[in-house]
């Protein structure tokens, strides 16, 4: 089987590799590099305990966290997923996919009765956790705790994923822009890209995230997609031994390496009017440095070192989509706002569907179809 894996972020890096682990012919093409689009700007917290709207998709994302874990044991000595636990406060807004509940209770719960590892800490449990943080951020609401939460590099993971299809299994990495299809009647039989190269194969994976449907002609072949701007800020090295993920109701913050933070907001997306302007002045990422001083004084005096803007593409149902789509033989597409916990599961899935021909249950309810019925 000849396959073409269009996009090379967390969700095309991880499909292209398992394709070409289970023997398929695997060409990747990427505009810009591996983890070059929005997989770079991202919280990346890899979870399934904001997915609690439809069990099956908390499911789908709890096997998403699991495969993380596994797929460690083919690269030794990576070190892009860090797990050390995240601190969820109540009222801090769900950072992709399904939504939850506020009631922290109600969600500890749900979480302990679906077999997530989760607590609940008092004040005084997470000043020992975390001493750095200001106790008047954090109240007196419950704060979950995720003890075997964390987060993915997406960029490192990307580019080793990428590297490991070509070295290992013989993939072919292509750069470019991908301008279309290619289409015999209703058949896709490769994609056309924007220097006039064709590039033929069996089956055509859309893993391009934002830009799935600006490759595909036909409106009746389009995902609705539901997309939405988002901003991330960095910090410089701010020497605060500050370990675990913050999701509170001011700020998501993480370390980033080196001594660096993450910041980001729900609240402060939803203000962006482009994406713009991704300099260290944008005020909103002003705003994120405020509240993260508010949370963690000790970065007071740290400054904004650089920002991203990006668009995250989002079903419009907020659901993953993933599979053929109806009327156009061919063409499988891969979308989903959880595609960095989903990433490394939905190259198994993808793999197993279109190499070995097993149908998987896992994606059922998830398929394109629902949104051409």
């Known amino acids: 089987m000849k396959a073409i894996v269009v996009g090379a972020g967390v969700v095309g890096s991880s499909v292209a590799y398992r394709l070409a682990q289970a023997g398929a012919e695997v060409t990747i093409v990427e505009e810009r590099r591996p983890g070059g689009g929005t997989s770079s700007v991202t919280y990346a917290w890899v979870n399934a305990c904001?997915?609690?709207?439809?069990?099956?998709?908390?499911?789908?994302?709890?096997?998403?966290?699991?495969?993380?874990?596994?797929?460690?044991?083919?690269?030794?000595?990576a070190d892009w997923y860090h797990r050390p636990g995240v601190l969820q406060w109540q009222d801090a807004e769900a950072e992709a996919g399904g939504r939850d509940g506020t009631d922290p209770l109600a969600k500890l719960r749900q979480l302990i009765a679906w077999g997530y590892p989760a607590e609940v800490l008092s004040l005084d449990d997470v000043r020992k956790l975390e001493p750095q943080i200001n106790p008047e951020a954090i109240g007196n609401a419950p704060v979950i705790h995720y003890p075997r939460d964390g987060w993915l590099d997406p960029v490192p993971y990307s580019g080793a994923l990428v590297a490991a299809a070509q070295e290992r299994h013989g993939a072919t990495f292509v750069e470019g822009r991908v301008d279309r299809l290619a289409l015999t009647g209703e058949r896709c039989t490769g994609v056309v890209l924007a220097d006039g190269r064709t590039i033929e194969a069996d089956i055509v994976v859309n893993c391009a995230g934002r830009w799935l449907n600006d490759l595909v002609q036909a409106p009746q072949h389009r995902i609705p997609l539901a997309p939405t701007l988002g901003i991330v800020a960095y910090t410089p090295p701010a020497g605060t031994p500050l370990r675990s993920a913050l999701r509170t109701p001011l700020v998501n913050m993480r370390p980033d390496g080196g001594g660096r933070f993450l910041l980001r907001s729900n609240e402060?997306?939803?203000?962006?009017?482009?994406?713009?302007?991704?300099?260290?002045?944008?005020?909103?990422?002003?705003?994120?440095?405020?509240?993260?001083?508010?949370?963690?004084?000790?970065?007071?005096?740290?400054?904004?070192?650089?920002?991203?803007?990006?668009?995250?593409?989002?079903?419009?149902?907020?659901?993953?989509?993933?599979?053929?789509?109806?009327?156009?033989?061919?063409?499988?597409?891969?979308?989903?706002?959880?595609?960095?916990?989903?990433?490394?599961?939905?190259?198994?899935?993808?793999?197993?569907?279109?190499?070995?021909?097993?149908?998987?249950?896992?994606?059922?309810?998830?398929?394109?179809?629902?949104?051409?019925?």
């Open 50 to 77: 904001e997915k609690l709207t439809a069990e099956a998709y908390f499911r789908l994302n709890f096997a998403g966290r699991q495969a993380h874990e596994d797929i460690l044991a083919e690269f030794p000595g």
């Open 268 to 373: 402060l997306d939803r203000l962006l009017a482009s994406d713009e302007g991704a300099l260290p002045s944008h005020p909103q990422a002003q705003e994120l440095m405020r509240r993260a001083a508010r949370t963690v004084p000790a970065l007071k005096h740290v400054e904004v070192e650089a920002v991203r803007i990006a668009t995250r593409p989002i079903p419009k149902d907020s659901y993953s989509a993933v599979g053929p789509v109806p009327g156009l033989s061919g063409y499988y597409a891969v979308v989903s706002h959880s595609g960095v916990t989903l990433g490394a599961f939905l190259g198994e899935l993808v793999a197993d569907e279109l190499v070995h021909g097993r149908e998987r249950g896992e994606l059922a309810e998830f398929r394109p179809s629902r949104f051409f019925n």
